[in-house]
């Protein structure tokens, strides 16, 4: 429509929101670097939180742990170290995981909208139910996929297009929201168009995102307005 504000006439083209999990729907970023350095300990090797950023934020986790044991020289089944990690992020998410700032408003926000909304993450389905119960989200979700599902989690874009097959939807009627350079790449291999929440989203990496919020209400606030205008 002639005039219509550029987001605006962007979202009514959309079907299908999908929804990356850690860093987007609940605030495990800590939760996951406390899981690797705790059980990094528990063979002798240490690791910063940085390391831990730079290294594995947004990889799956068997690709966390083939990351580790090459870094930090392990002479170790990377599945050891996999199932620690696993066993630890599961324990800490039950016990302190919380939902990201404005999580249930957006899910709220897109169902009321009339979109389907899908879950499309590299964490285990352990993780994914460990997720879902803490902060009570199951409902919310239509399609659920987990990378661990796919012979490559991301970048490479399966699980991405596994979500589009389950929704039976083609990539130019759905939405990814991101907040890592990993999913952001798989969602755009996916040929997705993805906003990207995240407090670096402006970093030039995520120069071909479709939005770059700091945080889930920014991205409302600016649905709001344009909805706003519209009328």
């Not at 605006?8 to 299908?16: C, T, V």
């Not at 479709?210 to 009328?231: C, D, K, N």
């Amino acid at each position: 429509m002639p005039g219509m504000p550029a987001l605006m006439r962007w979202m009514m083209s959309i079907q299908a929101v999908i929804f990356d999990m850690d860093g987007v729907i609940i605030d495990s970023e800590a939760l996951w670097r406390q899981a690797q350095i705790d059980a990094l300990a528990q063979w002798g090797a240490t690791a910063s939180v940085e390391e831990c950023e730079t290294l594995t934020k947004g990889k799956r986790l068997d690709d966390i742990a083939r990351t580790w044991c090459r870094y930090c020289q392990l002479e170790l089944a990377p599945q050891r170290l996999e199932a620690a990690i696993l066993q630890r992020i599961t324990g800490l998410i039950a016990a302190e995981g919380e939902p990201m700032r404005g999580v249930h408003e957006a899910l709220r926000y897109f169902r009321h909208a009339g979109y389907k909304i899908a879950l499309a993450t590299s964490s285990s389905r352990q993780v994914i139910a460990a997720v879902l119960n803490k902060l009570s989200l199951w409902h919310y979700f239509d399609v659920i996929c987990s990378a661990d599902d796919e012979a490559q989690g991301k970048p490479h874009p399966a699980v991405y297009l596994t979500t589009l097959d389950k929704l039976n939807l083609d990539a130019s009627r759905c939405l990814v929201i991101e907040d890592s350079f990993n999913g952001f790449s798989a969602a755009r291999a996916a040929g997705i168009a993805t906003i990207v929440i995240a407090e670096d989203s402006q970093h030039a990496r995520f120069q071909g995102a479709a939005g770059r919020y700091r945080a889930l209400p920014e991205l409302l606030e600016a649905l709001t307005a344009e909805a706003e205008a519209v009328e």
